[in-house]
């Protein structure tokens, strides 16, 4: 026993230091950015905005997984396939919008018909997944559900190849989101503002309906303990597809909101995004509903800002190719030193 708890002392120890040496290299890099004055003002509010939305398509996302865990402690890796889903099959219905010109003639209605396609397939993808891969395994030990979900995802990722093709294709631009607009004296797209207005409206709603509804109760309820709950005459399994069939739509918007951002889709587009969005949960605290959305705002912001603000000073160049490296790391910080994250709970094991 001494020899092994020696052991711990010794990881922890090293992973506290070299924890440390990430945060005082990033520290470093920030002073010597500022000092040389490599970027002007309107840059970087330019950086800090488009982090912003990119922050909130990872909010919903990571809200989907944080639901899941909330209900039945598994992370559902499969996750950014059903985002992925949604999103490439609504390129068809807009395809056939822009062909049939209603892009042009009524460009709400086209772009409302776009996101209900996208929530209403994510939302199916993601209650067959509950009832074919994870209820049957409902009472096994926590490794089987992950495995599976592992699986489910490549599953999900190579079907959509074989329907869709291997290709990377591009949406129909929704004139409707041209232009730039200024809320006093910050500059952004419309397209930013309608990603992030979208999506701070979601996510209120989302807040509402779970704290104020019969049907969120009855979540937090199960999320508490299913089998107290279920004499309570609380029905767990409709719950259970309830939640998901919730992060399915949060996912859908999440696919549509992502493709005013960057305006493409292919079959691997859920994988980062899918693995930021679970960063962004663990980052909020994984089961927080708030954690989560604040999660995802921050990762968005640290990956928009973090390259420029921690590696320019360093000379890097393309600092912004290192994006990804930024993200991994604040997980890799947070599981040293927070690993509950910002506002959630430790485990009774």
Do not use: C
């Not at 079959?267 to 995802?296: E, H, Q, R």
Request: without cysteine; positive net charge; glycine residues 12%.
């Amino acid at each position: 026993m001494p020899v092994r708890r020696s052991r711990l002392n010794f990881v922890n120890l090293f992973l506290w230091v070299l924890g440390g040496s990430i945060l005082a290299l990033a520290a470093f890099g920030a002073f010597l950015t500022i000092q040389q004055g490599r970027l002007s003002g309107d840059q970087w509010q330019t950086l800090i905005v488009a982090g912003i939305a990119l922050g909130s398509v990872y909010a919903l996302l990571a809200l989907g997984y944080t639901l899941v865990y909330g209900i039945l402690f598994m992370i559902n890796f499969a996750h950014g396939e059903v985002f992925m889903w949604g999103a490439f099959t609504a390129y068809f219905a807009a395809t056939a919008l822009n062909n049939a010109g209603m892009m042009a003639s009524n460009p709400i209605l086209a772009f409302v018909l776009v996101l209900a396609t996208a929530m209403l397939v994510s939302m199916l993808v993601a209650v067959m997944l509950e009832r074919i891969a994870y209820r049957p395994l409902r009472g096994a030990p926590r490794l089987v559900p992950l495995i599976t979900a592992i699986g489910a995802s490549l599953t999900l990722q190579y079907t959509a190849r074989g329907f869709y093709g291997s290709g990377v294709r591009a949406y129909p631009d929704f004139t409707l989101f041209d232009g730039s607009i200024a809320l006093g004296p910050v500059g952004m797209t419309v397209k930013q503002f309608v990603v992030i207005a979208s999506a701070i409206t979601i996510m209120v709603l989302l807040y509402l309906f779970i704290n104020n509804t019969r049907t969120g109760r009855a979540m937090r309820a199960v999320s508490e303990d299913k089998d107290v709950a279920a004499m309570m005459g609380i029905n767990v399994d409709r719950i259970i597809v309830t939640t998901f069939a919730i992060g399915g739509l949060l996912a859908g918007a999440a696919g549509i909101l992502y493709t005013l951002l960057f305006n493409q889709v292919h079959f691997f587009m859920g994988f980062l995004p899918g693995i930021k969005a679970f960063t962004a949960a663990v980052l909020g605290g994984i089961g927080n509903v708030i954690g989560a959305a604040l999660g995802g705002l921050t990762l968005g912001i640290l990956e928009s800002l973090g390259p420029n603000l921690l590696l320019t000073g360093y000379g890097i160049p393309a600092p912004n190719q290192l994006k990804d490296v930024i993200a991994f790391s604040v997980l890799v910080l947070v599981l040293i030193f927070r690993p509950a994250g910002f506002l959630g709970r430790k485990e009774n094991v």
